[in-house]
Each structure stands twice: as structure tokens, then as C-alpha cells.
């Protein structure tokens, strides 16, 4: 994350094709505006614009430009977390994702492209509000078939390609038939040109129109693709005649293509409209197959999709622009397929799932390569998991979709993902659940106690996992070990270590004797927590040994991470550092192997601080500095706080005591407003060596003044070695006098006299038109908007007219 | 400065200033420059005649364009025809019928009066 290039838009597909000026200008309305919002109905390229419009925005935003894809979310909620996603801020507990994120880019000069809002534009417009009131420099580049409607909004309305008109064939929208139809591998001469803007004209310049003409015109010549399309208008099946001529010219296009398909080819199109994201070819194997198309069919039916234009590819990965999707789902539903689609869809997921999270977690002996690809798989499904689930939810099919749940470790904390399998899982049990068995109902209270517990809800995630320990069937094994050991994590953090003892025993028995070797080693790394909390040290590092060669054994660097620091905390304890930041650093590949950023950033914290009481503090300031970063990216205060105590204690061994008053006073402010408490043991201990070597009053205002520090400047003083800079207004615009016409100094000189545009003109013997042209040019050169500003500034910095300038 | 007055709005009454009309017109000069205004573009303005129409001429020629008067009250079908056929990438209109014809048309951006005097919200 730290280092991963600084926007995520995808390479040009193919050639764009025209829009010059556009470009040039939308490029330039982000000087002034920060949200500007590409509107059209679809087809007529806004996604392309935007694409394109962002592409040359990258260097003016430091801080990234990220595409959003809203086509596949279904439901409003959804936004905040593909920008979160996105931008790669994980949820904190007890907070609004969007404040979240809100934090996060605060100070941030980023560009956001949210494409294809129109169908949940109204929480798009409250967020994009809300993240445009709160961070200052943030841009938003929107596409939608709907406006905003926001107070900061600069609607701009996509028109077609250029058409050709009788002087000049050489129009945009020509220039992008004949384009694309070579890439299909037709060569077009100049007799074909007169149907090509004949053609262009009956698809009104539409790139879309255009793009599924063209792929047409290996079989069927410009003029013969014309005259259909002109008989096209009469035939509209979808969709009011009343619509906008230029949705009625999309839809007869598409509809033409459409209906030139092969009966398989055409079943495929509308069933592939089931699918949330981009899908592969396996997928729409197990989803699609069924009379009349046998599995076997369908690459080559895709193959063909694909060259007309109505599939995208790319890579081996597949997906339908929104308007052909939106276009495939009303086929499907005429089909009356939709209903056997959408529960397909569901099995087929919910059946890979379950395999993926056995490969991933519960087999014995998978090389790790192979849980790793389980995982990367679940990540790649998470779009078509919630398209799912909605599909469960919505059809009352509360065992498969609980059976989801519980399948996807994507939805899970250990995914990154805090509140959302909590969401589903709370939004299917409050449906009719009668049909399910009791064993059903605890694994999946248990699900429901391990999301709780991520989010602080302590007391709730008890009594889900007590009723989860009571129902559970007696063969459902690794999940009732699971339950042991989140009751051991969940009553260590009350307090209860007898209690938490006699889960990790049960949990480790069970294990044993089945001989699943990740809830031994999370059996273990149990044991080993309660011996740490109860002072027993040698035990501690017993368990903590053992739990990870058990973690080792079963091969998934989640678990191995978790043991070795488990046996870093153990080390630390007795106060053995050097084997405490080995353990550390031994886990610190392992969590970036899984992608783990809030684990990754704890670890990183912990070698910082470990390194620096060792008086390694190069390495120190590296491993806090990068722990900092990704705290920062991930919108986690509470890392971040982490990371300032990290860097306090840097400091005072550094003997940089006002360093380590400062974070310690930051860090403490910000752990404060999150509702969270400070070790008061060691900030008492610090502010009394600081009170004896800096005295009294010194102590108070250092500790005052890095309480009203930001986390950023408070990290900086120590992170560079020295006094933070205080925050330097942007020097104004400096103005070169020279860049005015001598006759435009004329005019800024006779404003001072507060003169008139009329008394001007009569002084200079010109239009009073021309001289509004003049003052125009002069507020733009200077950057001003009003007359008065350019008398202020002529006054302040005219003395006479230089002559020679020009 | 002697106050002259360049324009009584015959509806409201309100009187415009020569100065108003000065300062307003930069304002707005410098809102359609923003908006990507360039020499010798076309700038359809649908006004009912008064202050706010004068401002968006002034302010239409000092940006370097060229105007494209529709009148205001011209029937739908009417401004429809005329705004789909023009190739103006801005417009200036506050009249329904012409602000729905920009829909199916080449205009990019469509300007308010609002638009004219005021600084865009949220500005840099």
C-alpha cells in the first residue's frame, strides 16, 4: 500500500477516439470546481470521458486519482464502503465508515472518479457531499445518468461524437466507426464513406451505437448495417417510444446487435447479466450452463460475444458494460429465467465458498500456495457474494444465504472487513428462520460473536458465543473450536482469566483428537495468553512454542503470525527484546503475504518500539514511520495512536524528553476522543522524568500543546528528528506585472480611478465591449473575479505603465 | 461617481447601475472563462429581456464569444429545434423548455443567472 502507484484506472481498452477540447476543458474546470459530474444516458461514452478526463489529472493530485465502480452495488450502504475499499481505509470500531474515510483524506489532494452512479445517486450525493464539506482539497469527478444535485455540483452533459456533415467527413464519430472496425479486422476504402456517414448519422454519433455497429462489419457492409438500423426505429420492443431520441437510437442498436445473435449466444448474454462484477470463465461455466447451452459451449459462445462487442475481456476475465447488462437483465426477466438465474447464481457461490474456506482454513496438509489462491479467490468473489446474499435475503432463502456467510472470509475481520458480516448475518437471522437446525442457527451465532467482538461489543459477543457453544451439533467440530477461542480472546479482554482458561483447554482437547492443526495452534497461542496475563512466563513461551509449530504445520500465515507474536509478547515480558523483535520481525512477511494492513500495522508498531529500547533507532524510526503510513492510509486513529506511543518512547530513549512529552500528549488526546484509555503507568512515569530535567511549568505546556497537536505534525518532530515547521500559509500568488498588456496597465490604472467601462471607452476612444474584453482578460491573467480587486491591486503596484512590454 | 442608470427592469422595478452592470459582467465573464468560454464560441443565452439578459451579453462578449440570442418566450417545440441544432457548448438559461432542450443537444454546461454572480460554492 505504502508504495503502490498513486492512482488505479485501468489501461486504455482500445484508442480514444475525439473529444479534444472536451478534455482540455474538463481537465481545466477542476482549477475552480470540486465536483463536476459527467451526466448522459448511457451508451453515450461518459465512463470513457471520465476515464480519459482522469488519466491527465494524475499529476495534479498528488494524493491519487481513484476510480470507484458503483454498477455492481446494489444497495445505498455499499458506497461508503467501496470507497473505503478503494482507498484502502479499513472501518473503525464504533465509527462511521464515512467519517472514516473522511478523516482519512482530509488534507489529501486526491481526485475521486465515482462511475455509474445514477442507480444509488442518492447516497452518493450525501457522501459526496459530506466528504467535499469536510476535506478541503478532495475533487470528485462523477458519472451519471442523473445529477447529484449538490450545492458544489458542475453538471456537464456528455453530447455524442461529432457527426460528419457535408464538407467534412472526418468527424469524431467516423473516425470512430472506422477505428474500431479495423480492429475487428475490416478494412474500409473511401467508397464506403458516404454509408459510413450515413451510418453515423442514424446512430447519432453514440460511441456505443457506434462500437457494436462496427463489430458487425465483417458480415454486413456500412450500408446494409444502415438501412437495418433505419427499420430498427419501428421494430422497439423495450422501452417507451416516449423515451429521448437518443436512448431510442442506443437501444435500437443494441437490440439490433442483439437479435443478430445466435439463439446460444443470445440465452448466454442475458444469463452472464446475473453476474456483480467481472467474472472469469469457470464462473460462467457453473452459473450460465443449462439448456440449451451444455458447459462446454460457453467459451466459445463468449469467444463470439466478445467480438461483437457486448462482452469486454480482458486478461481472461470477462464483464458487460451497464448499459448492455441493464439491457441483458430485461432479456433474462422476459426470459422469466431470472428468478432460476439469480438462485443459481447463489448455489454456485455458496457451493465455492464453502470450498474455498476448506482449502483455506479447515484441510490438513494444503500446501499454503493453495490456501492462499482460496483466499484471493473469496476477495476476487466479494461483488458476487453480496449480489448473493441480497438474492438470499430478498428470496427468503435464509439457509443458503447464512450458509454464505459463514463460507466467506472475505466478509470477516480477518478480510479487513469489520461490521459488514455482522450486517448480513443480522439482516438474514431476523427472517424466517424456522427452517434451519439448531446446529445452523449456533454456527452462525458464532459468526455473529466473532464480528461482534471485533467491534468492542463485548458483552453481546459473549452471549453469542455461549448460546453458539450450546447449539452446536456435536460433530461440528471446528467451529466449536473457533467459539473456544474467541471466548479465550473475549474474556482475556474482561478480565476473566480462569474462565478463559477452561475455553482454551476444551478448544486445544477437541482439536487434539481431530487433528486440526489451526485451532490447535489457536488452542495454544490461548494457553499462552493466559499463563502471559497470569504472570506464568515459562509456560507462556511452552504454549507459545508449541502453538506455532502447530501454526506452521497447517501453513496459513494469518495463524503463523499470530503465534510468533504471541511468543514476541512472552518475550518482551521477561524482558528478553532481542528475541522479541526477532519474533516480531518473523511475522512481519507473513502479514504482508495475506494483506493483513490493521495486523501488519500493530506488528510494525511493535518492532519500532521493541527496536527502539534496543537503541536501534534507524531501524526504530523506519518500522514506526511505516506502521504511521499505513495507520494513516487505513484511517485507523487507533494505530495511529499506537504509533505515537511508539514514537514517544523513541524519543526519550533518543533523550529527546520534549519529543516524547509531545507524542505522549498527542497520542494520549487522540486515544481520548476515541473513547479509548491511556497506560497511565508509563505517561506518569514520563511526565515525572520530564518534570525533574525540564521543570515544572516546561512539562505542562509541552504536554498542552501536544495535546492540541495533529497526530501527523506530533509524529513528524520525532520521525524527522526535529521541531515540526509550523504550518505555512501558501504564499499568495505572485503576480509578474509584466504579464499585462501595455494597454491592458492602461486599463487596470484607470480602474483606481473607479471609472466605468463606459468612461473608459471614452477615454480611450473604443467599445465600451472591448474594454469588458480587456478587464476579462486582465481578471483572468490575475486570477481575480471581481474590478474592485484589479484597482486594489493596480493601486498597490502601478506606478506607470512600462512602455516596452507588449 | 455619478450614479447612471443603464437599465429599469420594467417587471420588478429594480434599477441597474452602470457600475452594477460593470461588476456583474466581470463576474460573470470570468464564470463562463471558467466554465471553458473560448474565443469565438457560440454561448446561447434564453433570457427574458431585463438586467440579468444585458449582463449575460456584456458579460458573453467579454469572454470572447459569440452570442446566440433565443427568446424567451418562443414555444417548446420551438427552442427545442433551435437549441438541438446549435452546436453552443454553453448555455445561459434560467427557461424551462430551453434548459430541457440542452438534453438532447451539444451543450456541455448550462448556466443559471445564479450562475453569473455568484462565485461557484466550495471555491479553491
Given amino acids: 500500500m505504502p508504495d503502490s502507484p498513486r492512482h488505479n484506472l485501468p489501461a486504455d481498452p482500445n484508442r480514444f477516439v475525439g473529444r479534444e477540447r472536451d478534455l482540455h476543458d474538463l481537465r481545466g474546470l477542476f482549477a475552480e470546481t470540486r465536483v463536476v459530474t459527467l451526466c448522459g444516458v448511457g451508451g453515450i461514452g461518459k465512463t470513457r470521458l471520465a476515464l480519459q478526463v482522469a488519466a491527465g489529472l494524475t499529476a495534479a493530485h498528488p494524493d491519487g486519482v481513484w476510480l470507484v465502480e458503483l454498477a455492481g452495488l446494489r444497495r445505498p450502504e455499499l458506497v461508503d464502503q467501496e470507497i473505503a475499499r478503494v482507498l484502502g481505509v479499513r472501518e473503525e470500531s464504533g465509527r462511521p465508515l464515512l467519517d472514516t474515510v473522511a478523516g482519512r483524506l482530509r488534507d489529501q489532494r486526491c481526485l475521486l472518479l465515482l462511475d455509474n452512479c445514477e442507480h444509488l445517486v442518492d447516497r452518493c450525493a450525501e457522501v459526496v457531499e459530506a466528504l467535499v464539506a469536510a476535506c478541503p482539497p478532495v475533487r470528485v469527478l462523477a458519472t451519471s445518468r442523473e445529477p447529484l444535485r449538490i450545492a458544489s455540483e458542475l453538471i456537464w452533459r456528455v453530447p455524442p461524437l461529432d457527426l460528419p456533415d457535408k464538407v467534412t467527413a472526418d468527424a469524431e464519430s467516423v473516425q470512430l466507426f472506422l477505428d474500431r472496425a479495423a480492429a475487428a479486422g475490416t478494412r474500409l476504402g473511401p467508397e464506403s464513406l458516404p454509408d459510413v456517414v450515413r451510418l453515423c448519422r442514424a446512430l447519432d454519433g453514440l460511441p456505443l451505437a457506434l462500437e457494436l455497429a462496427a463489430a458487425r462489419t465483417r458480415l454486413l457492409s456500412p450500408g446494409q448495417i444502415a438501412d437495418r438500423i433505419d427499420d430498427r426505429f419501428s421494430l422497439l420492443t423495450t422501452g417507451g417510444r416516449t423515451a429521448p431520441a437518443r436512448q431510442r437510437t442506443l437501444l435500437a442498436a443494441v437490440e439490433w446487435s442483439y437479435d443478430l445473435l445466435a439463439d446460444k449466444e443470445q440465452v448466454l448474454l442475458s444469463r452472464l447479466s446475473v453476474f456483480a462484477g467481472d467474472f472469469d470463465l469457470d464462473l460462467a461455466e457453473r452459473v450460465c450452463a443449462g439448456p440449451p447451452i451444455a458447459a462446454g459451449e460457453i467459451v466459445d459462445l463468449l469467444g463470439g460475444l466478445v467480438d461483437k462487442s457486448l462482452v469486454l475481456c480482458d486478461e481472461s476475465r470477462y464483464r458487460l458494460l451497464e448499459t448492455i447488462r441493464c439491457f441483458a437483465v430485461g432479456r433474462l426477466r422476459q426470459a422469466g429465467e431470472q428468478e432460476a438465474l439469480r438462485q443459481r447464481h447463489l448455489d454456485v457461490l455458496c457451493e465455492l465458498q464453502e470450498r474455498y474456506f476448506l482449502a483455506e482454513m479447515v484441510e490438513p496438509r494444503v500446501p499454503w500456495p493453495r490456501r492462499l489462491e482460496a483466499l484471493t479467490a473469496t476477495r476476487t468473489l466479494l461483488p458476487d457474494q453480496r449480489a448473493a446474499l441480497d438474492w438470499a435475503a430478498a428470496s427468503g432463502d435464509v439457509g443458503l444465504g447464512l450458509r454464505l456467510c459463514r463460507a466467506s472470509t472475505g466478509l470477516y475481520p480477518i478480510g479487513g472487513n469489520l461490521a459488514e458480516i455482522v450486517g448480513w448475518l443480522e439482516r438474514l437471522l431476523a427472517l424466517d428462520v424456522s427452517g434451519l437446525t439448531e446446529d445452523e442457527i449456533a454456527y452462525t451465532k458464532a459468526c455473529l460473536a466473532y464480528g461482534l467482538e471485533t467491534r468492542d461489543e463485548l458483552g453481546r459477543a459473549l452471549e453469542m458465543a455461549r448460546e453458539a457453544l450450546a447449539g452446536l451439533a456435536p460433530g461440528s467440530l471446528f467451529p466449536r473450536c473457533v467459539v473456544h477461542s474467541l471466548m479465550v480472546v473475549l474474556l482475556l479482554r474482561m478480565g476473566r482469566a480462569d474462565d478463559a482458561l477452561r475455553h482454551a483447554e476444551q478448544g486445544l482437547a477437541i482439536a487434539e483428537r481431530s487433528g486440526d492443526t489451526w485451532n490447535q495452534a489457536a488452542g495454544l497461542a490461548g494457553l499462552s495468553a493466559v499463563a502471559l496475563t497470569r504472570g506464568r512466563l515459562r509456560e507462556a513461551q511452552r504454549h507459545g512454542e508449541e502453538a506455532l509449530v502447530r501454526a506452521r504445520e497447517h501453513g496459513h500465515r494469518w495463524i503463523m503470525a499470530r503465534t510468533a507474536g504471541q511468543l514476541g509478547a512472552v518475550a518482551e515480558a521477561r524482558g528478553d527484546l532481542v528475541t522479541a523483535k526477532a519474533q516480531y520481525e518473523m511475522a512481519e512477511p507473513w502479514l504482508r503475504e495475506v494483506g493483513g494492513y490493521l495486523d501488519l500495522a500493530r506488528c510494525l508498531a511493535r518492532i519500532g518500539r521493541v527496536a527502539a529500547m534496543l537503541h536501534e533507532f534507524a531501524a526504530a524510526r523506519e518500522r514506526l514511520a511505516a506502521s504511521f503510513a499505513l495507520g494513516r492510509e487505513t484511517g485507523q486513529r487507533q494505530g495511529v495512536a499506537r504509533c505515537l506511543v511508539g514514537l514517544s518512547v523513541l524519543a526519550e530513549y533518543e533523550g529527546d524528553l520534549e519529543g516524547a512529552v509531545l507524542t505522549a500528549a498527542a497520542a494520549a488526546a487522540l486515544r481520548e476522543s476515541i473513547g479509548q484509555h491511556s497506560a497511565t503507568i508509563r505517561i506518569e512515569e514520563l511526565l515525572g522524568r520530564a518534570r525533574t530535567k525540564l521543570g515544572d511549568g516546561r512539562t505542562a505546556g509541552l504536554w498542552s500543546r501536544g495535546r492540541a497537536m495533529r497526530p501527523d505534525d506530533a509524529a513528524r518532530h520525532v520521525l524527522e528528528g526535529r521541531r515540526a515547521p509550523a504550518r505555512v500559509p501558501v504564499p499568495a500568488r505572485s503576480v509578474r506585472p509584466s504579464l499585462l498588456t501595455a494597454r491592458e496597465h492602461e486599463i487596470a490604472g484607470l480602474l483606481t480611478r473607479g471609472l466605468s467601462n463606459r468612461a473608459i471607452a471614452e477615454e480611450l476612444v473604443i467599445s465600451p465591449a472591448t474594454v469588458a474584453r480587456h478587464i476579462a482578460n486582465i481578471m483572468e491573467k490575475l486570477g481575480y473575479t471581481s474590478r474592485a480587486q484589479i484597482a486594489v491591486w493596480a493601486s498597490e503596484h502601478h506606478q506607470a505603465p512600462p512602455r516596452a512590454s507588449a | ?124
Wanted: aromatic fraction near 2%; charged fraction near 25%; glycine fraction near 8%.
Fill in chain 2, 1 to 124: 461617481m455619478d450614479e447612471r442608470i443603464v437599465m429599469v427592469d420594467s417587471g420588478t422595478g429594480l434599477r441597474l447601475t452602470e457600475e452594477q452592470l460593470d461588476e456583474m459582467s466581470a463576474m460573470a465573464t470570468v464564470q463562463l472563462r471558467r466554465r471553458g468560454v473560448r474565443e469565438g464560441d457560440g454561448v446561447l443565452v434564453c433570457l427574458p429581456a431585463g438586467p440579468d439578459l444585458l449582463v449575460a451579453f456584456v458579460a458573453v462578449m467579454a469572454a470572447g464569444g459569440v452570442i446566440w440570442s433565443l427568446p424567451a418566450d418562443l414555444d417548446a417545440g420551438t427552442l427545442r429545434e433551435l437549441v438541438r441544432g446549435s452546436c453552443a457548448r454553453v448555455m445561459i438559461s434560467n427557461v424551462p423548455p430551453a434548459v430541457d432542450a440542452a438534453d438532447e443537444s451539444r451543450v456541455r454546461v448550462v448556466m443559471g443567472v445564479d450562475d453569473l454572480c455568484a462565485p461557484h460554492p466550495h471555491p479553491v
